[in-house]
């Protein structure tokens, strides 16, 4: 039975990595404004796939339960080999997040980073950073309240607990009539963790990253004038930019070639996010801003446009 009558389905194919999960989490949320989306989350771990089953596109046995997809989408390396073991599964398109070791021709489309550095093609969206489950806020706050995120060792960044906590310091300092929360993450270092903890006060707030939950993030965004990000995760600076929060920058010294770094760099050459030098105009109460970052709902409008083109009336009517 055809589906587009109805909703398109769409599958969204996960390795359970929080990273991973929050772009098929952004794609899929816009997807279902914008089409009427139904969504499906199957997990890669339930569906060993064999090598060969990739390769010849011979689709492992599913849940019968699952309806026929319009649309795959996966995210995630431990994905890869089931979205290829259904990439000929009836008239399905199929679609990877981020670059994939396999050839792109052997999928229908992909959403990658502008930082990975693939050469542009018909089939391939380009995004500033990764996407995201943020959604821009329709006002700032005029309250005095700051957020900080605070990250940890990667390939990318040399971490140094010293500049990170006289940074965080000094802006406490500079902005003393300023609420402040602070949070750490999985990476962070327990030296910083702890350095970090000791900051706590009446007009200090520090979150252990175990004591937040899946909308926190969005609901401290929206409760801040300013957010301050250490520059090592791609997606925590995208996320912070897509809020619409003005958004600085913590120093860490870049290391040579760094994909990340660079994409970093282009965030803060659009004007989306700034430099710890530039504090001042973060911390300043401003206008809206001029330049939105939302790259969850381009990449919908892109994926609805080329590959569930039948639905977008359908999914128009059942948004009226």
Known sequence: MSNHSQAPVVWLLTDNKPGHKNQLKGLGNRLRV????????????????????????????????????????????????????????????????????????????????THDEVKPANNILHTEGVINTITPLARLTSKPEALILVGGRSEHFDWDDDAILNQVSDLIARYPQWRWTITDSRRTPESTTDRLAELQSPK????????????????????????????????????????????????????????????????TERG????????????????????????????????????????????KEARQ
Not at 207 to 235: E, Y
Not at 256 to 266: C, L, P
Not at 309 to 315: C, E, L, T
């Open 34 to 113: 914008l089409t009427g989306a139904a969504l499906y989350w199957i997990s890669a771990e339930e569906y060993p796939v064999p090598l060969w089953r990739a390769l010849l596109g011979v689709a492992p046995a599913m849940d019968a339960a699952l309806p026929k997809p319009d649309l795959i989408v996966a995210a995630g390396t431990g994905t890869h080999r089931l979205l290829l073991a259904l990439r000929r599964l009836g008239k399905a398109k199929t679609l990877v997040l981020m670059k994939p070791a396999f050839p792109l021709g052997w999928v229908d489309g992909a959403i990658i980073p």
């Open 272 to 315: 989306l996010i700034a430099h710890w030098a530039d504090h001042a105009s973060v911390m300043a109460e401003q206008a809206e801003r001029h330049e939105r970052l939302w790259e969850a709902d381009r990449a919908a409008r892109w994926v609805a446009g080329n590959y569930l083109a039948a639905f977008q009336q359908s999914g």
């Open 204 to 267: 200090i707030s520090v979150v252990h990253h175990t004591r937040t939950h899946d909308d926190w993030l969005s609901h401290q965004l929206a409760a801040s004038r300013a957010v301050w990000v250490t520059p090592d995760s791609i997606s925590m600076v995208c996320e912070a930019a897509t809020s619409g929060v003005p958004t600085g920058l913590l120093s860490l010294n870049a290391r040579a070639n760094s994909r990340v770094a660079n994409g970093v760099k282009r965030l």
